[in-house]
């Protein structure tokens, strides 16, 4: 699959979120390979806040995470700028994980 066609996956993945921020990552491994895509999702037991799309890949793949790609949909699909919040950021560091934007 192309960067191209993942950005694309992820945008109608993300459509489906109800967050107001739709996030997505892009993760490989340390070759460079793909390891897949994860995005954003309403956090139910609290209010105001989300799993960040970061933390979602964490979650799913863990140390394997060498780099990802930090994607932001606007409401009309646009790609929008973004930066991990100080949180996330804190995390990645401490993991070594390079993110892109
Ligand atoms: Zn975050």
């Known amino acids: 699959m192309t960067q191209k066609q993942l950005i694309n996956k992820l945008h109608r993945k993300t459509m489906t979120s109800p967050c107001r921020f739709k996030v997505g990552v892009i993760c490989y491994d340390k070759r460079g390979n793909l390891l897949g895509i994860a995005y954003n999702t309403p956090r139910f037991s609290k209010k105001g806040g989300?799993?960040?799309?970061?933390?979602?890949?964490?979650?799913?793949?863990?140390?394997?995470?060498?780099?990802?790609?930090?994607?932001?949909?606007?409401?009309?699909g646009k790609l929008l700028p973004i930066h991990p919040c100080k949180n996330c950021r804190k995390v990645l560091t401490k993991l070594n994980i390079r993110v892109t934007v």
């Open 50 to 76: 989300g799993l960040h799309a970061e933390m979602m890949a964490l979650q799913k793949w863990g140390v394997k995470i060498k780099s990802m790609t930090l994607l932001r949909f606007s409401k009309t």
